[in-house]
């Protein structure tokens, strides 16, 4: 009994040291990533499991913070940036080539950058509440064109991934008519908001008919609810593609471990989460990663897409556009 208790005590006393000697993976991401209801505790898990080290998520604005540190950073990895900002990502010079087959991704458009990794993918809608909307918009000019009363949310392009996309998206569609597509939208644009979350949250309390979001967030309501009123209105002038990554840093402190992380994202295991994780397409796509619910989910035929240094040369004038339209 006494050589019990001892061994127990000094398993005790040598827990806390065991714990400080395993190595820190020091990974930035968005606030919406690190949540109970986002994928980074599952990928924190999941990766911890492997890797006998301690996963910390970083949560905030990732590339303004990267900005702001250079090369004094303790990121060892970011994940969430998306390719309207990668541009300026890029050109900090922080980043190292993630070794990765790309060849494995099932993305609806060619993918061979060396530094920047899919994990996830998607492509922006408006959705909207199928027993309150009977006839929604079946195309960009007929959301334009619909009614006043009309009420939607989207979230700030200066703010948001998501409503820097919505600019990328109108501009792909109108082009140099662009302005005069934002002021028609804005009549029936009840809220701006800071982030997807909060502009989301007024949906689903009913104070909006739609809102700016991506074609798979149905299937949350579908799966996790068992609710089929959400869906995603397809339009014919085709839907904006997003797709998010993952890129390593050069000045990483730990770069075996960090290269591991990367290695763990095209994995089975961390793939396979994804859609029920983030509510998004796995950037690989195997026979049983997508559930039910995702079947039912209606696909553009069209994709539209920027590339990094095209989206970054259209951001500022169109949100010089989108400011002229909103009055901001």
Same mark, same amino acid.
């Given at each position: 009994?006494? %050589?019990?208790?001892?061994? !127990? ?6 827990? =806390? ?21 986002? $994928? ?22 990732? &590339?303004?913070?990267? &900005? ?63 027993? %309150? ?19 939607? +949310? ?31 939208? +804005? =009549? ?29 967030? $149905? ?13 995603? +209105? ?40 994804? !859609? ?9 796509? %195997?026979?049983?990663?997508? $559930?039910?619910?995702?079947? !039912?989910?209606?696909?553009?035929? %069209?994709? &539209? ?7 970054? +040369? ?15």
């Amino acid at each position: 009994m006494k %050589k019990t208790l001892m061994l !127990a005590g000094l398993v005790a006393a040598a827990s =806390p040291v065991l714990a400080e000697d395993k190595p820190v993976l020091t990974v930035y991401a968005p606030d919406y990533f690190t949540s109970e209801w986002g $994928p980074g505790p599952k990928i924190e898990e999941g990766f911890e499991a492997t890797c006998n080290c301690d996963l910390q998520f970083v949560a905030g604005d990732v &590339l303004p913070r990267l &900005l702001l540190e250079g090369d004094k950073t303790e990121a060892d990895a970011v994940i969430g940036l998306n390719t309207d900002v990668t541009a300026r990502a890029r050109a900090t010079g922080l980043f190292a080539p993630h070794g990765q087959d790309t060849s494995v991704l099932t993305l609806p458009i060619a993918w061979t950058d060396e530094v920047f990794l899919p994990f996830n993918w998607g492509e922006t809608a408006f959705v909207y509440d199928k027993t %309150k909307l009977a006839n929604p918009p079946a195309s960009f000019d007929d959301l334009l064109n619909a009614p006043d009363d009309l009420k939607i +949310a989207i979230q700030d392009p200066r703010s948001s991934i998501s409503g820097l996309a919505l600019l990328l998206w109108v501009k792909a569609i109108y082009g140099d008519q662009a302005p005069e597509a934002w002021t028609k939208l +804005a =009549p029936k644009v009840l809220t701006v908001t800071p982030g997807w979350s909060e502009a989301y949250g007024l949906f689903t309390d009913g104070e909006v008919d739609m809102v700016l979001s991506y074609t798979t967030s $149905p299937a949350y309501h579908i799966v996790a609810e068992g609710d089929d009123t959400k869906a995603a +209105a397809i339009f014919s002038e085709g839907h904006y593609f997003m797709t998010e990554l993952v890129g390593q840093l050069r000045t990483t402190d730990t770069p075996e471990l960090t290269q591991s992380f990367m290695d763990y994202i095209l994995s089975d295991g961390f793939q396979s989460m994804i !859609a029920t994780a983030n509510w998004s397409y796995p950037a690989v796509i %195997k026979e049983g990663f997508l $559930p039910e619910g995702f079947a !039912a989910l209606p696909r553009p035929e %069209k994709t &539209l897409f920027y590339s990094e240094t095209e989206a970054e +040369a259209l951001r500022a004038p169109a949100l010089e556009e989108w400011l002229a339209a909103f009055g901001n």
